[in-house]
């Protein structure tokens, strides 16, 4: 049913409160009031009036007092942390080597790679010419590509898109976000010397040259819903030309090229349906070519090697097989399977070579890596030493290599990066992440347990200590958990978790449903009328660990952030007892209101993943879990939330609305703050290394006040 909307302007309370203080509680701050301004809605028949509405309307001077406030009042409630977070802002930049560089990788005739220099904000980006025998030589010239220091200049943020550089090596195509609202400005330059080029777009999401080195595709978003549906095929001087327009809202497109350079790629995706259409890469001028016709519920993607595509499936393979076919005539009728369906590993994907390839897999919330030899038709899988672990393909660009680039890392083991040699599997550390200060990885345990669901199902949790620490519920919990999206949390190392760990904290992710963790199933099941299961997973990990006495009640922290932080709201309406403290980062807490307004940025290409709240049964299931819907007059735990004024995923009245309400119905005296950050930030908060650690350090020493620490 169309909403009907109507705007009743009745001011009830005309000024947002300072911070202040209660008579004789001087220690005591008094929480700023939002205002409260009638605003009806008609949702299936039913009139709904949302008295803080008008916390969207970003330029409403009133908007920017009332999220001040809440800052100010924050400041005031936290000004005794001041040492704290000073200590453990200077006690995790300690064991950063803030003068590093990553490992080269190869790309044509260069080696390219990152570099930071300690007191800058940002990474250079640069390149050295290749060796005449193709190796790395680290006394060879070096050219800076991009200094993210010196292009910062005089901005509060910067973020980096988009980096292409052409087949020749000559011109570098890039995109720049000068606001965190994820607008991105492409620009193109000469790298020999830095020679800008007139040709520039807004709003680019992805680019890729042709192999004349000359020609240029790229996406743009539209520029209300932010969802990328254009295609543009630019020459360099020549007027761009439209290409491809996306018109059903519920896909969004992407370009790219095939890891042997012949073909483009278009991907055209939704939530449960991809297309793909393709073109030979010599040939920019001609019209893209359809695949497969998109396919309700068909999800496929493509590549190439000597002649044959390589099309990952779910067509019969929920969990995804991989077949070939001939360019020619890529039908079903042609396919070979080359990869089989199995109920319990999940494909994500599969990286050519020319001798070898490598299939990506994921088993038991475990990643997988094996190698296939085209010469033997054999398959070898990489080992990895510990039984928990996290293992991604680290880049490696080139179609010729006979070495194969990993990342790899633990909760307990920091990020390496190893060579593997495609035909023996031998392999060389080539970095692994210093850890300054003497950290030594046999003082903290990693495992894997596994908590009972309601409904029978076993969640894997990934968890880290430091050893010694007493399994007798003292021990304050740290748990995380997204569960959306089909994104799998990883059980990933951080030197600034350290600071937690060190004082005696047991961190731990919960992998629950409407991740990948366990399969596409695991997705199914925490989406759409099932996404109730996300919530009550957390719920059940959380109630699971605090029996097996890894924490008591009153020492259970929680944290979330963006769909994670939806997740916040709701275990938080559902089981305010069972936690101590929640931080909720760029929570999706308005969930009615975003989804029923489709002119908000990402919110029809939602429908697949939340549901469609203009059909009454999709309404009704997603308001019963939408945070900001119900909340109820009752105690809660102590609750942080921080957000971006410019976030342009989550927009920042989600999280304000929330709070604005939640104050007027909590009957308890525990904290409740927002912490908006008005300066230009986006959805993972600064762009800048010193100041996200800076908020990592308000954000822990937050939570560990909860339960006592506090130095």
Not at 91 to 96: D, P, Q, S, T, V
């Amino acid at each position: 049913m169309t909403i009907r909307l109507r705007r009743a302007a009745v001011l009830l309370v005309a000024v947002v409160c300072c911070v202040g203080f209660v008579a004789g509680q001087a220690a005591r701050p008094t929480p700023p009031v939002a205002k409260r301004v009638d605003h009806t809605q008609v949702w299936h028949g039913e009139t709904v009036n949302d008295p803080y509405f008008w916390l969207r309307e970003k330029t409403n001077p009133d908007v920017a007092k009332y999220l001040e406030a809440e800052n100010a009042y924050t400041e005031a409630m936290t000004a005794g942390l001041g040492t704290f977070r000073e200590a453990l802002y200077k006690e995790m930049l300690a064991r950063i080597k803030q003068t590093d560089l990553g490992v080269p990788t190869r790309d044509g005739k260069f080696y390219y790679y990152s570099r930071t220099i300690e007191g800058q904000q940002y990474p250079l980006y640069c390149r050295k010419p290749a060796a005449p025998d193709g190796s790395y030589r680290a006394d060879a010239p070096e050219l800076v590509l991009l200094d993210q220091n010196e292009m910062a200049k005089g901005l509060k943020f910067l973020g980096i898109g988009a980096a292409q550089v052409s087949d020749d090596g000559n011109l570098l195509a890039y995109s720049t976000d000068t606001t965190g609202f994820r607008q991105y400005a492409l620009h193109v330059k000469t790298l020999a010397t830095g020679r800008a080029y007139a040709d520039t777009a807004e709003r680019v999401t992805s680019v890729e040259w042709a192999n004349d080195n000359q020609t240029l595709f790229y996406v743009t978003e539209d520029k209300v819903t932010k969802r990328p549906n254009q295609l543009w095929r630019m020459k360099l001087g020549s007027p761009p030309a439209l290409v491809y327009e996306e018109k059903d809202e519920l896909y969004t497109i992407g370009i790219g090229r095939t890891k042997d350079k012949r073909y483009f790629v278009l991907a055209v995706n939704s939530t449960d349906t991809w297309e793909n259409r393709y073109l030979d890469a010599a040939t920019p001028e001609s019209p893209f070519k359809v695949l497969l016709p998109r396919e309700k519920g068909h999800k496929y993607s493509i590549d190439h090697r000597d002649g044959l595509l390589y099309i990952q499936t779910n067509k019969g393979a929920k969990n995804f097989r991989m077949v070939t076919a001939p360019v020619a005539d890529p039908s079903p009728a042609n396919w070979k399977e080359f990869i089989p369906h199995r109920p319990d590993v999940l494909i994500q994907g599969l990286e050519l070579f020319k001798d070898f390839a490598v299939a990506v897999e994921q088993s038991e919330g475990l990643s997988r890596l094996r190698v296939f030899d085209f010469a033997k038709g054999t398959w070898r899988e990489l080992t990895f030493p510990e039984p928990i672990y996290t293992a991604f393909p680290g880049g490696t660009p080139e179609y010729n290599s006979p070495t194969f680039r990993v990342s790899y890392q633990s909760m307990v083991t920091p990020p390496s990066v190893y060579d593997y040699t495609l035909a023996t599997l031998e392999r060389k550390l080539m970095k692994q992440q210093e850890v300054l200060g003497g950290y030594n990885p046999a003082n903290y345990v990693t495992e894997r347990q596994w908590a009972p669901a309601r409904d029978g199902v076993k969640v894997p949790i990934s968890l880290v200590y430091k050893k010694g620490v007493p399994r007798d519920g003292t021990a304050p919990l740290w748990l995380y958990g997204y569960g959306s999206y089909g994104y799998g949390e990883s059980p990933t190392f951080s030197s600034g978790r350290l600071s937690l760990l060190d004082r005696g904290v047991v961190y731990a992710v919960a992998h629950i449903r409407g991740g990948n963790e366990m399969g596409e199933a695991w997705h199914d099941e925490g989406m759409l009328m099932r996404k109730k299961n996300t919530f009550t997973d957390f719920i059940d990990c959380a109630g699971y660990l605090v029996a097996q006495r890894w924490a008591a009640r009153d020492r259970v922290l929680i944290e979330g952030g963006s769909a994670g932080g939806l997740l916040m709201g709701a275990v938080t309406n559902m089981r305010p007892d069972l936690f101590k403290a929640v931080h909720a980062a760029v929570p999706f807490m308005d969930v009615m209101n975003t989804m029923m307004d489709a002119t908000l940025p990402l919110t029809v290409g939602e429908y697949l993943e939340w549901g469609n709240p203009n059909q009454k049964g999709a309404f009704d299931y997603m308001r019963s879990y939408s945070p900001y819907d119900n909340l109820a007059r009752k105690a809660y735990p102590n609750i942080l939330v921080t957000t971006s004024f410019n976030d342009s995923q989550v927009m920042y009245w989600e999280p304000a609305k929330y709070v604005a309400k939640l104050r007027t119905l909590k009957t308890d005296t525990n904290e409740l703050l927002l912490k908006t950050k008005m300066d230009p930030a986006g959805h993972g908060g600064a762009s800048g290394r010193y100041d996200r650690l800076k908020d990592t350090a308000f954000e822990y020493a937050w939570m560990l006040k909860q339960v006592g620490i506090t130095k």
